[in-house]
């Protein structure tokens, strides 16, 4: 390992800050050092002798894991993790009870109360350390899926960006694509998959150049051939990959300009050839496009624009997705209520 400036071995330091952070909260000291011996090794420990001084370490920097005494003078590990289920800020901390309360009844108490485990003393250090592990790693877990959904976001509303469309677009069309599906009967796993992947479907123009992208007049036909490449560039951008979400993703991406009747791009897809998830994302990426103000239109009435969406049934869309949509029309109000454009964008 290199020592840089002032004599800090950095690859020491770096590998320190990597371990997750644990509280340890006992009022016995004799309890903790215990803790601080299994546990230290592993992980960067800080420690508190009562309820109060745990808040107030949480408050200081919230840890990966809270491993919580149950009978402490003053508060109690009851009202501890009462205390952080009620604040937004830490509801999401995990807690492990660890404690000398043995009974069945106490163990179903402290799960009720919301945390993820129960250890009871005297305390082996094998079955904590398995305890610990697991439930950091499905910490570990959670936030990955949380991060690769906000990077599909992003790069979505990246795409935006660059377009003369707003930001609002993607998560507006998001939601419709989710309550049309939802309206069909998918599956909710389903549905929460689509509304991930929905905001990827035009992320392809962040190949197409400015100058035909944001050009303000009608595109003459080699400027039209080079826009309706953007469906493959988002393909490729998106790649093959195991993931179901950025599988989904490249699906709408390639697919959502792709017409029912078989006239659409860049394949000629049509009917059932076109995937599902495509199909509802055409239909909520235009209703939205329709109902917003763009420099070149007015915004359309949410009445004219599902007049035109049944008149396209057949031909531009796959009737089922039209009639989705149109079933949560409430649902949709409520989505352009919370989302809607900031004025003047």
């Keep these: ?82 205390a952080l289920k009620a604040d937004p800020a830490t509801a999401g901390i995990p807690v492990l009870f660890c404690t000398a309360l043995d009974q069945d009844e106490d163990e179903a108490l402290g799960l009720g109360l919301g945390a993820v485990d129960y250890v009871t003393k005297p305390v082996s250090p094998a079955v904590l350390k398995a305890r610990v592990r697991t439930h950091l790693q499905l910490v570990q877990r959670g936030e990955i899926e949380r991060t690769r959904l906000e990077v599909i976001h992003r790069l979505g509303r990246a795409a935006e960006f660059k377009d003369n469309e707003t930001g609002m677009h993607v998560i507006r069309m998001s939601h419709f694509s989710r309550l049309a599906a939802e309206a069909l009967g998918a599956p909710a796993s389903w549905c929460e998959l689509l509304q991930a992947a929905a905001p990827m479907h035009d992320i392809g123009k962040i190949g197409i150049p400015d100058g035909i992208l944001l050009k303000p007049g009608k595109l003459d036909e080699r400027e039209w051939a080079v826009m309706r490449t953007h469906p493959q560039i988002g393909a490729e951008i998106l790649g093959e990959d195991p993931s179901p979400l950025i599988r989904m993703a490249r699906r709408i991406a390639l697919e959502h300009h792709e017409k029912w009747d078989g006239s659409g791009y860049p394949n000629a897809l049509a009917g059932e050839a076109i995937s599902l998830e495509a199909r509802l994302v055409a239909v909520a990426d235009v209703f939205d496009a329709l109902t917003s103000v763009r420099p070149y239109k007015k915004a359309w009435s949410n009445e004219e624009a599902v007049a035109w969406l049944r008149e396209q049934q057949g031909r531009h869309f796959w009737p089922e997705a039209v009639e989705g949509l149109c079933r949560r029309l409430d649902e949709v109000r409520a989505v352009q209520a919370r989302f809607a454009d900031e004025p003047g964008a």
Excluded: C
């Design 1 to 82: 390992m290199t020592m840089g400036e002032g004599g800090l071995d950095w690859g020491v330091w770096v590998e320190a800050q990597a371990r997750p952070r644990l509280l340890l909260v006992d009022d016995e000291p004799a309890n903790l050092q215990l803790l601080k011996r299994v546990l230290e090794a592993d992980y960067r420990l800080v420690f508190a002798r009562s309820g109060e001084e745990a808040l107030a370490r949480v408050r200081a920097g919230a840890p990966d894991l809270i491993l919580l005494d149950v009978m402490m003078p003053g508060m109690s590990g009851h009202e501890v993790i009462r």
